[in-house]
T-cell receptor, first 111, second 114 residues
Framework: SQKIEQNSEALNIQEGKTATLTCNYT??????LQWYRQDPGRGPVFLLL?????KEKRKERLKVTFDTTLKQSLFHITASQPADSATYLC??????????FGAGTRLTVKP | DGGITQSPKYLFRKEGQNVTLSCEQN?????MYWYRQDPGQGLRLIYY???????QKGDIAEGYSVSREKKESFPLTVTSAQKNPTAFYLC?????????????FGSGTQLSVL
């Protein structure tokens, strides 16, 4: 069966460091992968989308990579700030009605 | 101020009762979705709608029902047949279903059983 795993339930890092979150999947060949940010008690907010034929995408301090051979995506936040503390979700699929979400990684950036 | 509005924020259900969660969007999106979020699990799709008066079951539709009488509105009813309804419910929208565009989410409704 299809499985999506995000590297760890929680990740703690020091302010200014780079946070790296992992999304691994099995038994699946998605056409695209998305990353969302979710704050407690709120809905997810879209951050980045990367397609299967793209290796890397950047947006300000965010970078996403997509390795279809390893079946893995890495999500990086450089120069992290306490305001980056949130849960980050990966989602993958072919179309919007078949997206599969990971359980998320809770990131805490300490001052 | 465009977006998706879910109400209520918190909802309590008594045994045997049906409850309805509201979802309204003013983004002029054709597609709308309902997801359920449980601790430690990824979001799971309950129902989605591509167009007015049409909707399709997702992975966990049993015990739920929806309607799409207006483009802006996609209410979810949690029926008494749903034996484990306690969860955080999220409504989302996108321009279409057969695309891979981003989803816009509401702020969610936390449903608990009394």
């Amino acid at each position: 069966s299809q499985k999506i795993e995000q590297n760890s339930e929680a990740l703690n890092i020091q302010e200014g460091k780079t946070a790296t979150l992992t999304c691994n999947y099995t038994n699946y060949s998605p056409a695209y992968l998305q990353w969302y940010r979710q704050d407690p008690g709120r809905g997810p907010v879209f951050l980045l989308l990367i397609r299967e034929n793209e290796k890397e995408k950047r947006k300000e301090r965010l970078k996403v990579t997509f390795d279809t051979t390893l079946k893995q995506s890495l999500f990086h936040i450089t120069a992290s700030q306490p305001a980056d503390s949130a849960t980050y979700l990966c989602a993958l699929g072919y179309n919007n009605n078949d997206m599969r979400f990971g359980a998320g990684t809770r990131l805490t950036v300490k001052p | 101020d465009g977006g998706i509005t879910q109400s209520p924020k918190y909802l309590f259900r008594k045994e045997g009762q049906n409850v309805t969660l509201s979802c309204e969007q003013n983004l002029n999106h054709d597609a709308m979705y309902w997801y359920r979020q449980d601790p430690g699990q990824g979001l799971r799709l309950i129902y989605y709608s591509q167009i007015v008066n049409d909707f399709q079951k997702g992975d966990i539709a049993e015990g739920y029902s929806v309607s799409r009488e207006k483009k802006e509105s996609f209410p979810l009813t949690v029926t008494s047949a749903q034996k484990n309804p306690t969860a955080f419910y999220l409504c989302a929208s996108s321009m279409g279903v057969a695309t891979n565009e981003k989803l816009f989410f509401g702020s969610g409704t936390q449903l608990s059983v009394l």
